[in-house]
T-cell receptor
C-alpha cells in the first residue's frame, strides 16, 4: 500500500546531541510536512516543503531544520535538542490540491536524556 | 486568534451505541474540514472530510455534518466498537490550499466499553 513511513519509531538522544529523523513516502505527493505533537496536544506544524520550496512556520525555533533530497524523502534535523523538544514528530504529505487531506505517518517519538 | 475547537475532551460510550463528537470552528472563510482518528502511539488517520458546499457526508459507519450558520462540525459513529477507541481531531484548512498548516482542534478521547 502507498504510505508515509517514518524511521525510527522511537529515538533517544542526549541533551544537545544532534539528531535526524527521516520520512519517506510512496504516494508521490508534492508537499511534505513536519509536525510536532506533545502529549495530549494537537499536532503543530513546524515547516513544509512544497516540491523543493522550503516554508518555515514563523514560530519554529532555529534549532529545527529540514532537508528534502528528492520527492520521496524528507528529513528533520534537530541541531541541539533540549528537554522541551521531547515529543512525537509526525511527517505528513499531500497533493498540490487544496481540498485534499494530509496523510500522516505513525511518527517518531523522541526522548531526550 | 482563529481556531478549531472541540466541545468535550472525553466521551465514554457502550459498544453498539452511536457516538457523536462535536467541533466548533471560528474561521467562517474556511471551506474544507477533516476528521482524523489517532490511536495511541500512531499518527492521525484520515477518516472523512467535507467541503463547505455540503451539509453532510457519509462514509462507512461515519457521518460528518457541517452547519455553517453556527460554524459547527460533528462526527457521528454508528454502532461504536472497541476498536473505535482513540483520540479524534477535527481539522480545518483555513486557506483551502496545499502547503498550509491544518488547524487542529484539541481532540476528544473516545472510550468504548464492551
Amino acid at each position: 500500500d502507498a504510505m508515509v513511513i517514518q524511521n525510527p519509531r522511537y529515538q533517544v538522544t542526549q541533551f544537545g546531541k544532534p539528531v535526524t529523523l527521516s520520512c519517506s513516502q510512496t504516494l508521490n505527493h508534492n508537499v511534505m510536512y513536519w509536525y510536532q505533537q506533545k502529549s495530549s496536544q494537537a499536532p503543530k506544524l513546524l515547516f513544509h516543503y512544497y516540491d523543493k520550496d522550503f516554508n518555515n512556520e514563523a514560530d519554529t525555533p532555529d534549532n529545527f531544520q529540514s532537508r528534502r533530497p528528492n520527492t520521496s524523502f524528507c528529513f528533520l534535523d534537530i541541531r541541539s535538542p533540549g528537554l522541551g523538544d521531547a515529543a512525537m514528530y509526525l511527517c505528513a504529505t499531500s497533493t498540490r490540491q487544496g481540498n485534499q487531506p494530509q496523510h500522516f505517518g505513525d511518527g517518531t517519538r523522541l526522548s531526550i536524556l | 486568534g482563529e481556531s478549531v475547537g472541540l466541545h468535550l475532551p472525553t466521551l465514554s460510550v457502550q459498544e453498539g451505541d452511536n457516538s457523536i463528537i462535536n467541533c466548533a470552528y471560528s474561521n467562517s472563510a474556511s471551506d474544507y474540514f477533516i476528521w482524523y482518528k489517532q490511536e495511541s502511539g500512531k499518527g492521525p488517520q484520515f477518516i472523512i472530510d467535507i467541503r463547505s458546499n455540503m451539509d453532510k457526508r457519509q462514509g462507512q459507519r461515519v457521518t460528518v455534518l457541517l452547519n455553517k450558520t453556527v460554524k459547527h462540525l460533528s462526527l457521528q459513529i454508528a454502532a461504536t466498537q472497541p476498536g473505535d477507541s482513540a483520540v479524534y481531531f477535527c481539522a480545518e484548512n483555513p486557506f483551502n490550499q496545499a502547503g498550509t498548516a491544518l488547524i487542529f482542534g484539541k481532540g476528544t478521547t473516545l472510550s468504548v466499553s464492551s
